[in-house]
């Protein structure tokens, strides 16, 4: 049984380029939530999808978006990278909208 | 802001040690989740406590939740040194986590 993954494992992007960083859901999951985690923080809830709509936003500008595909798959977007936005960024899934997530080993983004 | 803050933000223990770490939440919710997390890795989901549980246990975790006060403890007993990471939690609620307590455990 297949976990959650995520690619790629590591990323270098320039300021002012774009990215696309993907996750496919543990097994059985429909939900998935994106959430970025700086150096010695806590992760920080980006947005979360359910039948491929954005359900909930956390506090970040319209740079992030995403989508989620019908077989549960997600993609996180961020335009017009800023050097801020280097980070972890990590995926989890879950069963429905309020049950316990379950994390991939997420995606380190560098921006220089 | 945080709907989810974990006390103390580092934690140094021997090994075979107790471990007790606290976390407080703003709003009402239906249930609270704990998560440990290796140095730079993904988060592990360690236990989910519902609002109308007060004490779950799994394994060396025990977590109690008081939601008339909105805090939850996590107690890890008998610690060892694979047990050195972050701890966090988190809420149903937009899953909101804090800043998480560091926890060393010292063979």
């Known amino acids: 049984d297949a976990g959650v993954t995520q690619s790629p494992t590591h990323l270098i992007k320039t300021r002012g380029q774009q990215v696309t960083l993907r996750c496919s859901p543990k097994s059985g999951h429909d939900t998935v939530s994106w959430y970025q985690q700086a150096l010695g923080q806590g992760p920080q809830f980006i947005f979360q999808y359910y039948e491929e709509e954005e359900r909930q936003r956390g506090n970040f500008p319209d740079r992030f978006s995403g989508h989620q595909f019908p077989n549960y798959s997600s993609e996180l977007n961020v335009n017009a990278l800023l050097l801020g936005d280097s980070a972890l960024y990590l995926c989890a899934s879950s069963q429905g909208l309020a049950h316990e997530q379950y994390f991939g080993p997420g995606t380190r983004l560098t921006v220089t | 802001s945080q709907q989810g803050e974990e006390d103390p933000q580092a934690l140094s223990i021997q090994e075979g040690e107790n471990a007790t770490m606290n976390c407080s939440y703003k709003t009402s919710i239906n249930n609270l989740q704990w998560y440990r997390q290796n140095s730079g890795r993904g988060l592990v989901h360690l236990i989910l406590?519902?609002?109308?549980?007060r004490e779950k246990h799994s394994g060396r975790l025990r977590v109690t939740l008081d939601t008339s006060k909105k805090s939850s403890s996590l107690l890890i007993t008998a610690s060892r040194a694979a047990d050195t990471a972050s701890y966090f939690c988190?809420?149903?609620?937009?899953?909101?986590f804090g800043s998480g307590t560091k926890l060393n455990v010292k063979p």
């Open positions: 988190a809420t149903d609620d937009k899953f909101y």
């Open positions: 406590i519902r609002s109308n549980e």
